[in-house]
């Protein structure tokens, strides 16, 4: 049987335990997952492209069937590049909705040869984002068991170092 494989984009900045279930999950449906950073997110990101591949490296270090790879452009063209037809996202609440759906159609127009899944995380995850555990961990509140532990320690560094706050 030919391997099967999907793309999980998105700015990842940083990769949360929502994420990372989403991964789980895709990897239960495709040989291999190819995790797409966005090389620039239109916000400023708190970690660099270099920073958001590696913590994603080193959370599945033991999986050869994750693959990370930073990207910019069309995904669509990206997607085909990975020689893969499938794009994960991963659908959190009825907020998500309305701009994945935009996305997937969007994507559709270009490549309708591309099909989007969509995945619900656990429902613990369901309130977690990327940007909840930026401003919890910039005021200095706890993160731990949001994020996986390389995450943690490169928030703890970067702003402990930068804002001299102190995340527990
Ligand atoms: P973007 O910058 O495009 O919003 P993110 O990096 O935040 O992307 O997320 C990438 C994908 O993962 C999106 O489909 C987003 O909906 C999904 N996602 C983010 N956080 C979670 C979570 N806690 N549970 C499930 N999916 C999530």
Redesign the pocket.
């Known amino acids: 049987m030919p391997e099967t494989s999907a793309v999980y984009?998105?700015?990842?900045?940083p990769i949360?335990n929502?994420?990372v279930?989403?991964i789980e999950r895709g990897l239960e449906v495709f040989d291999r997952v190819v995790v797409a950073v966005?090389k620039n997110?239109k916000k400023r990101p708190l970690f660099t492209t270099k920073e958001r591949v590696r913590m994603i490296q080193e959370i599945f270090a033991s999986k050869r069937e994750v693959e990370v790879r930073a990207f910019d452009g069309l995904l669509v063209d990206f997607a085909r590049a990975q020689g893969t037809r499938v794009v994960i996202?991963?659908?959190?609440a009825v907020s998500?909705f309305e701009y994945?759906f935009q996305m997937a159609l969007m994507n559709r127009s270009l490549a309708p040869d591309i099909e989007t899944f969509f995945m619900m995380?656990s429902v613990a995850?369901?309130f977690?984002?990327?940007n909840v555990v930026r401003e919890v961990a910039g005021l200095g509140g706890s993160v731990e068991g949001l994020v996986p532990a390389p995450v943690l320690r490169k928030l703890r560094s970067k702003i402990t170092g930068s804002k001299k706050v102190q995340i527990p």
């Open positions: 984009p998105g700015s990842f900045d949360t929502g994420h279930d989403i966005l997110p996202r991963g659908l959190r998500d994945e995380p995850y369901t977690l984002s990327s």
